[in-house]
Each structure stands twice: as structure tokens, then as C-alpha cells.
């Protein structure tokens, strides 16, 4: 269950990383990101990814977790790339979608518990 809720953050984290990006907030938006917005989606982005760092590392063990993560972000960055390629336009919900079901997954995890 950590996985899955660690690819999904990691994915918002992608995507919202990516957005933060001159190009790709053109495609979203139709015009570059201001300061502040592009400071907000670099502060997302990075929280994201350290989210979902800490939920499979405390799942899994540090050492195991680590490399679990790393393993995750390779399928989750290639997602949000193929996403951006494809439907660039659909990718903000796309990224707010996954963080929100990655939160979620993580709270029925821990009510499980």
C-alpha cells in the first residue's frame, strides 16, 4: 500500500515540478508562471517528493525505502514526461488528482493500522 501511495505523490511531485517550467505552464496556462506561482509549484513539487520519500521509508525501512523510492520515480517521472507529451493541458488536475489520492491512500493506510 506504501508503493502505491508513494508512486502517486511522486507523480504530483513530477508533474508539479514540471509545471514550475516556463514550456510546460505555456501549454497549461497559455502564459508563463508568475514568481510566486512558480515558487508555490517548486514548493509542491518538493514536499511531494519528500512525502512520499518519508512514507515508504518508514514503511520499508531506510535503506530498503530508499531504494524503493528510487524505484518509483522512474516509472512516475516517466508518466508525468509521457502525460506532458501527450495532454499537457490536462496535467495541473492530473497532479492535484494524484496528490490528493496519494493522501488519501496514505490515511486509509494508517486507519488500517
Known amino acids: 500500500m506504501a508503493a502505491g ?4 505523490l511522486a507523480l504530483a511531485g513530477a508533474l508539479f515540478l514540471a509545471l514550475a517550467l516556463h514550456r510546460h505552464a505555456q501549454a497549461q496556462w497559455g502564459r508563463a508562471p508568475v514568481t510566486h ?3 508555490s509549484l517548486r514548493l509542491a513539487g518538493t514536499a ?3 512525502l ?10 531506510w535503506s530498503f525505502g530508499l531504494m524503493l523510492w528510487l524505484g518509483l520515480l522512474t516509472p512516475a ?4 514526461a509521457l ?5 499537457p ?3 495541473a488536475g492530473l497532479a492535484i488528482s494524484a ?15
Not at 501511495?5 to 502517486?8: D, H, P, R
Open 99 to 113: 496528490f490528493l489520492a496519494g493522501l488519501t491512500s496514505h490515511a486509509v493506510m494508517l486507519s488500517l493500522v
Open 89 to 91: 493541458k490536462a496535467a
Open 5 to 8: 501511495t508513494t508512486f502517486l
Open 77 to 80: 517521472f516517466g508518466l508525468a
Open 48 to 50: 511531494s517528493l519528500l
Open 83 to 87: 502525460w506532458l507529451s501527450i495532454r
Open 52 to 61: 512520499s520519500a518519508l512514507i515508504i521509508m518508514a514503511d520499508a525501512g
Open 37 to 39: 506561482q512558480r515558487a
